[in-house]
Nanobody, 125 residues
């Protein structure tokens, strides 16, 4: 069992930066791939970024590639999402997620094993 708690959301102007954190509890954190998804009002939950347990290699959604960076610290049981050059269209609730590392990274919500409660990110003009 893995419990996930996000923090770091807030209000930022376009072009600004935020760093989200996801603290995980449970002894199996280091054996899970970790992902970030987001969901804007009226839209489906969207894959943002992922980091593999096996080698720490990242993957990104097309809309954030080059602006967002995912990282993890296994010693702290924490995964981070550094978001730069934020745009109004990045406004959403951001969710931390985890899936079993024996599988490939989750890029669809139905592939996720565990979810955090979400943190709001709002980008103003």
């Amino acid at each position: 069992q893995v419990q996930l708690v996000e923090s770091g959301g807030g209000l930022v102007q376009a072009g600004g930066s935020l760093r989200l954190s996801c603290a995980a509890s449970g002894r199996t954190f280091s054996s899970h791939n970790m992902e970030w998804f987001r969901q804007a009002p009226g839209k489906e939950r969207e894959f943002v970024a992922a980091i593999r347990w096996s080698d720490g290699s990242p993957g990104y959604g097309v809309s954030v590639k080059g602006r967002f960076t995912i990282s993890r610290d296994n010693a702290k049981n924490t995964v981070y999402l550094q978001m730069n050059d934020l745009r109004p269209e990045d406004t959403a609730v951001y969710y931390c997620a985890a899936n079993n590392a024996a599988l490939r990274i989750a890029v669809r919500p139905q592939e996720v094993d565990y979810w955090g409660q979400g943190t709001q990110v709002t980008v103003s003009l």
